[in-house]
């Protein structure tokens, strides 16, 4: 009988405050399908168990590998290496297709109403990326815009990789 190993994870998707129990659990149900993380920052306005979410994750929330940190500054305590985070905003030219990444970076979200609070993006201008626009939307869905970066992502690993599995 052969064991099954559970394959390293892919990227660490970091929800800063989060608003829509919806959004997360899509976003959670993303994660575990392309092995990722979900990391949450608090304060959030559902909780873990609110049905909304767990509907949107359907039964594979169970499979996720998540934590929670009750402020950003506890989150980032777990950042191995700064220079491997980046940061998803609307306010930069910089484009998410444009950094390499690397298997274990970390992508961080922030709140639906408002995104990521100006003086993180401010701290961190070299690392934020933008996904580009070229309809009269502002931005895209949380859950949609964690799943292009993500799979931008993975599509550089597979090409670094040759087309290797990850």
Known sequence: MSETKKAENLFRIVLVEPEIPQNTGNIGRTCVGTNCELHLIGPMSF???????????????????WFYYPTYEDWFKKVEDPTRVFYLTTKVKQTYYEPQYQKGDWF???KETKGLPPEIINQNLEQAVTIPQTGPVRSLNLATAVAVVIFEGYRQSLLLNQGSKL
């Not at 909780?47 to 590998?65: F, P």
Request: proline residues 0%; charged residues 25%; hydrophobic residues 35%.
């Open 47 to 65: 909780e873990i168990n609110d049905t909304q979410l767990k509907r949107a994750g359907l039964d594979y929330w169970q499979h996720l590998t």
């Open 108 to 110: 961080v979200f922030g």
